[in-house]
């Protein structure tokens, strides 16, 4: 009887996975979202002519800094 419940339950929850997927998406990007508008607030104008103007984890960019991808 244990194996049923498994099993039923199993085939409950699979339709859900790629919503889940989706969900799990989103919610990364809104976080990244969030970050990269705190980093904007926190160096709204910081202007520079070559990397080493920028903070560590920044480089310069047509003037500006901006997070490093690497």
């Known amino acids: 009887?244990?194996?049923l419940r498994n099993c039923i339950i199993a085939l409950?929850?699979?339709?859900?996975?790629?919503l889940l997927i989706w969900v799990g998406m989103v919610v990364a990007l809104y976080q990244r979202r969030?970050?990269?508008?705190?980093?904007r607030q926190a160096l709204p104008g910081l202007a520079c002519a070559i990397n080493t103007d920028c903070p560590s984890g920044f480089v310069c960019v047509s003037g500006r800094c901006v997070p490093d991808k690497a």
């Open 34 to 39: 969030k970050e990269v508008n705190l980093l």
């Open 12 to 18: 409950l929850i699979s339709p859900f996975t790629p």
């Open 1 to 3: 009887m244990k194996h």
